[in-house]
């Protein structure tokens, strides 16, 4: 009966054996699977990381050429504001000279030389 014990015994060690070695196959395979997740996941990261300097480098340049845009949009607006004034005071005189005495006797002498000239 000893020999049953000690068979037993041997067989029950080398179960466990057997078991650990499962185990340590298990937990090795998580351990791969871990790091390679935890690898994607860095690889990810990283890209993502560029991708947003990427972006708000765009951002920076987009938002300076917006500022540029809108300098150039209020330079040009005191342009015409300025260029309408000075129409504006041109359509005065114009008006103002027109409706003068001296200028519609100047008229009148024109229509009558061009008369006399057309006659001969």
Same mark, same amino acid.
Request: aromatic share 6%; proline share 0%.
């Given at each position: 009966?000893?020999? #049953?014990?000690?068979?037993?015994?041997?067989?029950?060690?080398?179960?466990?054996?057997?078991?650990?070695?499962?185990?340590?196959?298990?937990?090795?395979?998580?351990?791969?699977? #871990?790091?390679?997740?935890?690898?994607?996941?860095?690889?990810?990261?990283?890209?993502?990381?560029?991708?947003?300097?990427? $972006?708000?480098?765009?951002?920076?340049?987009?938002?300076?050429?917006?500022?540029?845009?809108?300098?150039?949009?209020?330079?040009?607006?005191?342009?015409?504001?300025?260029?309408?004034?000075? $129409?504006?005071?041109a359509?005065?005189?114009?008006?103002?000279?027109?409706?003068? $005495?001296?200028?519609?006797?100047?008229?009148?002498?024109?229509?009558?030389?061009?008369?006399l000239?057309? $006659?001969?």
């Amino acid at each position: 009966m000893t020999t #049953t014990n000690s068979e037993d015994h041997d067989l029950l060690i080398s179960e466990l054996f057997a078991e650990t070695h499962g185990l340590r196959m298990k937990y090795e395979e998580f351990s791969q699977y #871990t790091e390679a997740k935890i690898a994607d996941f860095v690889h990810a990261k990283q890209a993502l990381e560029n991708l947003l300097a990427q $972006r708000t480098q765009d951002l920076a340049i987009t938002n300076a050429q917006r500022a540029q845009i809108q300098a150039e949009l209020v330079s040009l607006t005191a342009r015409v504001d300025k260029l309408i004034s000075q $129409r504006n005071k041109a359509r005065q005189r114009v008006k103002f000279l027109e409706s003068s $005495r001296g200028y519609r006797f100047e008229q009148k002498l024109r229509r009558l030389v061009a008369r006399l000239l057309l $006659r001969k």
